[in-house]
């Protein structure tokens, strides 16, 4: 979207926040944890792992749409995604003050003016049926799959509503019908980096007068059989079956991958006019925004790391900041070897020699996948109004080609200002938000 003149624009702001994930189910609760350098990693229940070559993750655990809403039943139906999704909005939609129980207008929210923009993933397949029609359609005699028996097994024993709910715009229908939103609706599916893109794009939409408030952020579970044998088979997530909790070890020198986890961020962004019209509480400004490709491999990342450094500088120069403004970097930091190093790479190119902290939330919660963007951001608003850099956590033995401050294991006290988040997803998806404390 074209933009005006900096001064000219319309500076948006962030009013609410909601969050569940694998440390909680409020912001209050995952902050507390992230601080503490918590693990939400265990072993894997949803589904048997047990001749996997990872049998833990980052699960949600103890959750239930029904303590979110009075009256859940719309989306009880939505696949565990979309639940996350609707809990997560509940709460940003709540601290913000748009009224989801009735969407009464004197909330001051013109619903034709209220979007929408997730990161989603897509949902699970009903495993049981799919698994078992491919079962009973095999021709054990001549080695081949009998596709009109499939097709008709599948047929008979398919589920439409499981079936619908596998759709990854579905958490955007589901928020939609929660809070009466009828402006811009968009989701994407840019890999990691999908919900830092949600983000971003929201911003821009509000900047440039398409909507006044947008619901962003992001949910994806990819913790089912093919979700987790697919990173399994990319060599993306750590083995350390002899330890979970501390197997996500981002910019550790023992590291060997990422661990799966699940969940949604999602934040209510609006234009600072609204938000003063309204009597809402602002959180946070976000001021800039950078993306780009890599136009390299699907899985790899482009070793001089000029992917991420375009969309570093791209975000700089939206916000109209220089690098020694920026006083601190809240990492993609998956904890795979190549990511870790490269993003170190990207970081040295933009900002030189200046050592400007650095600290990946991975540690704790694990890789959200398409959410991870959004609840990163979600803790660097929480960093921005408590003075605090979040820990990396189960960094006890830095790897000794990385050379910048990783913040390991405690929190540190800062004066933070400006902060950029950096997300980068397969396919060489890069996107980066820069968060400025609202003063």
């Not at 989306?75 to 979309?82: D, F, P």
């Not at 748009?98 to 495993?127: A, F, H, M, Q």
């Not at 990342?301 to 939206?318: S, V, W, Y």
């Not at 660097?380 to 820990?391: G, N, R, S």
Request: aromatic share 6%; hydrophobic share 40%; with cysteine.
């Amino acid at each position: 979207m074209a933009q005006g003149p900096r001064q000219h624009r319309r500076r948006v702001v962030i009013t609410g926040m909601g969050i569940v994930c694998p440390l909680g189910h409020d912001v209050a609760t995952v902050w507390k944890a992230v601080l503490a350098g918590a693990s939400g990693a265990d072993w894997i229940t949803i589904f048997d792992a047990s001749t996997y070559p990872t049998k833990f993750d980052a699960e949600v655990k103890g959750f239930d749409l029904r303590g979110f809403l009075a009256d859940p039943t719309a989306h009880l139906t939505g696949n565990r995604a979309c639940q996350f999704a609707v809990a997560a909005a509940v709460q940003a939609c709540r601290q913000a003050g748009i009224d989801i129980e009735t969407n009464d207008p004197r909330d001051g929210i013109d619903r034709k003016r209220l979007g929408i923009y997730l990161g989603s993933g897509e949902g699970s397949v009903d495993n049981k049926t799919f698994f078992s029609a491919i079962a009973q359609s095999w021709d054990q005699d001549s080695g081949t799959m009998d596709w009109v028996r499939w097709a008709r097994i599948a047929l008979e024993s398919q589920d439409p509503v499981n079936t619908r709910e596998q759709e990854p715009h579905m958490p955007s229908w589901h928020i939609a019908v929660l809070t009466g939103a009828r402006g811009p609706a968009r989701s994407c599916l840019t890999a990691c980096a999908a919900s830092t893109q949600a983000v971003g794009e929201a911003m821009m939409m509000i900047r440039s007068g398409r909507a006044d408030v947008v619901i962003a952020g992001g949910c994806h579970s990819m913790i089912h059989p093919m979700g987790v044998m697919g990173f399994n088979r990319l060599t993306a997530l750590s083995t350390k079956n002899e330890d979970p909790r501390t197997a996500s070890r981002p910019f550790s020198g023992t590291r060997d991958g990422f661990v799966i986890g699940e969940g949604a961020g999602i934040l209510v962004l609006e234009s600072l006019e609204s938000a003063r019209r309204r009597g809402a509480r602002v959180l946070a400004e976000i001021v800039g925004y950078g993306t780009s490709a890599d136009a390299f491999r699907v899985t790899d990342m482009h070793e001089t790391g000029r992917g991420p450094i375009q969309a570093m500088q791209a975000a700089l120069k939206d916000a109209g900041l220089g690098p020694e403004q920026i006083d601190y970097i809240n990492a993609h930091g998956t904890g795979t070897i190549e990511n870790d190093q490269i993003e170190t790479l990207a970081i040295k190119a933009v900002f030189g020699d200046r050592r400007v902290p650095v600290s990946s939330v991975k540690g704790a919660m694990g890789h959200l996948i398409a959410a991870a963007g959004a609840a990163e951001i979600i803790c660097c608003v929480m960093a921005l109004q408590d003075q605090l850099i979040p820990p990396t956590a189960n960094l006890y033995d830095v790897d000794s080609r990385l050379d910048l401050d990783y913040v390991p294991l405690r929190p540190r006290p800062a004066r933070l200002v400006h902060i950029m988040k950096e997300s980068f997803g397969f396919g060489g998806q890069n996107n980066v938000v820069i968060i400025k404390r609202y003063q």
